[in-house]
C-alpha cells in the first residue's frame, strides 16, 4: 500500500444532508398569512399553534373586514398563550442566564423568553432567511445585543458546553432524530439547567402513525415522533421529566377557529382535527431537568 492509499474509497459527506436541504428550502420560502399577518400585530412572529378558550364573539359581525382583523388577533393571543406557557416552565432565569431556542422559525419564543427574564437568548434555525429575519426583529426592538438568531443545524450547534440555563423545542423536534438532538441539548445545558418542549407526538395507545399523522409529516415534510420517543430519547441523555402536560383539548378550539378563518388557512385545518380527535395524535409539553 502507498502512503497515499488509505485503503477506503469516500464519497464527500455534505455538511447537510439533502433532507435538512429540502426543510431549510421549505421554511425559507414560507411565507403563509397564518404566519405573517399574526405577528405583524406585535412583531412578535410565532410558528406554532394555540392553546386556549376561544372568544368566538369574533366569528359575528357583518362587517368582513373587522370579523377578519379580529379572528386574525384572536388566534395570534392564543399563540402567543402558547409561548407564554412554554416560557413559564423555563423559569427561574436572570439577566445573566443564557437560554438556547432549537429550531427558532422567524423568532418569538426567543423575544418572549428575554422579555420575561431579562435573558440573553440565542435562536437557531436552519432557514437562513428566519435568521436574518429574527435578527432584522431584535435590531428593530432594539435588543440585539441580548438575543441573536444563527443559521445552524440545532443538532451540531457549535456553541460552548454547559453555557445555557435553559433551552427548549418548540414544534420543531418532528425533524429531527430525538437521541442526537437531547445530547445536544444535554451538552449545551449546565447541570440543573431546564430543557422544555411542546410538540405534537403521536399517541402509542393508538397503535402506530395514523393516516392524519402521515399527511401532516408529507405536509411539513417532517416525521412526528410517538409519545414513548421523548421519554426513552430524554432518559438517555440525562434529562429527567419533571411536568408533563398534555395540551391536546387546549388547542383543539384554537384550531376549530382556525379552520373558520378562510383568510388564513394553509388546508391542514381539518387533518389536525381528526387526528386529535381520533386518540391518534397529542399536543404534549413536557419540562425536563438536566442531571
Ligand atoms: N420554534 C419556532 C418555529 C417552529 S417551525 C416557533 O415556535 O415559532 C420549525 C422550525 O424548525 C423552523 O424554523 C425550521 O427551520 C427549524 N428546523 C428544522 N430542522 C432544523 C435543524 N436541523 N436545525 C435547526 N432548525 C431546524
Redesign the pocket.
Known sequence: MSSTDVGTTTAPVPPQSTY?HR??D??NAEENPV?LELGRIDDL????YGVGDVDRSVLEGSDPALRQERITAELHRL?HA??EL?AARLGPLSPADRVF?????????SVVAHLRYGCAAD?????VK?AEFANEQARKRGIEGSVRYHC????DTGFQSGAFAAS?????T???ELDLLFAEHARLLRRGGRYVV?TGCYNDTYGRASREVSLINAH?I?DIHPRSAYFRAMARNRLVPVHVQDLTAATIPYWELRRQAEHLVTGIEDTFLTAYRNGSFQYLLIAADRI
Do not use: F, K, P
Open positions: 435538512q426543510v431549510a421549505y421554511w404566519n412572529y410565532h410558528h406554532h399563540e402558547q409561548a412554554l431556542d432549537a429550531g427558532c422559525g422567524r423568532g418569538g419564543g435562536g437557531v434555525t436552519i432557514s428566519q445552524r443545524d440545532m443538532l427548549w423545542n418548540n414544534e420543531s418532528m425533524y429531527v411542546i411539513y417532517c
